[in-house]
């Protein structure tokens, strides 16, 4: 441990930054992953239970059972049940409206991650460059005798951008995993949303 943290700290002070911004990805990606699973946006037993009550025209259980839910799958039926007696078109309306609020929701945080993994790199680039301009002022003051103060800069140099892209790579990846998630999540809405609007739209007033 004592090996890693000198390693570290011979990074110079881009390392702060660097180690910052792994901790910011991790605390975002960990809680958007959970926040994105289908059991926690879109879950199968309340899309299939909604869909009896309504089909049975049984509307106040349907909206008491959202209001219990409140999920971004349970605010979207609950719009599309309360629309209820509307023109198709307006239903699908204000189906449309509340999912592009609820897409936006879910996509929170993303680009977040998305940011890091870009700029990751950068900062170990800076520290490289850093490293380097070290290394050629030693070199200036002192010549090329001073192998101990050269090899701290360069050094430097490669430790910041390994850290850089020990950093941005599962950012990458992370990032990767979001997008995914949230795709496919938008998709579950989508897919439950149109069988509602069919419903809803047959059922009129109930």
């Known amino acids: 441990m004592s090996d890693l943290i000198s390693l570290l700290q011979s990074g110079g002070p881009v390392m702060i930054p660097i180690g910052l911004a792994s901790v910011v990805a991790l605390g975002v990606f960990l809680p958007r992953v959970i926040a994105l699973r289908q059991s926690v946006v879109a879950p199968r037993g309340f899309t299939v239970e909604l869909e009896e009550l309504i089909k049975q025209s049984r509307y106040a259980d349907a909206l008491t059972l959202c209001k219990k839910a409140d999920t971004p799958a349970s605010r979207v039926a609950e719009t599309a049940i309360l629309s209820r007696g509307r023109s198709r078109e307006a239903i699908k309306e204000r189906i449309e409206e509340v999912g592009r609020r ?6 929170a945080g993303s680009d977040v991650v998305g940011t890091i993994a870009t700029i990751a790199p ?3 680039l800076l520290g490289t460059v850093w490293g380097m301009i070290l290394t050629f002022e030693v070199i200036a ?3 090329m005798g001073a192998i101990g103060d050269l090899a701290g800069g ?3 140099a490669l430790i910041t951008t390994l850290a850089g892209l020990t950093v941005a790579i599962p950012a990458v990846m992370g990032h990767r ?3 995914g998630q949230v795709d496919a999540r938008i998709l579950d809405l989508e897919d439950m949303s149109l069988r509602l609007l069919d419903l809803v739209a047959e059922g009129g007033e109930g």
């Not at 609820?102 to 996509?107: G, K, N, Q």
Request: charged fraction near 10%; glycine fraction near 12%.
């Open 102 to 107: 609820e897409s936006a929701a879910l996509e």
């Open 122 to 124: 950068l900062l170990g």
């Open 141 to 143: 003051s002192q010549g």
């Open 154 to 156: 360069i050094s430097q």
């Open 177 to 179: 995993i979001l997008l």
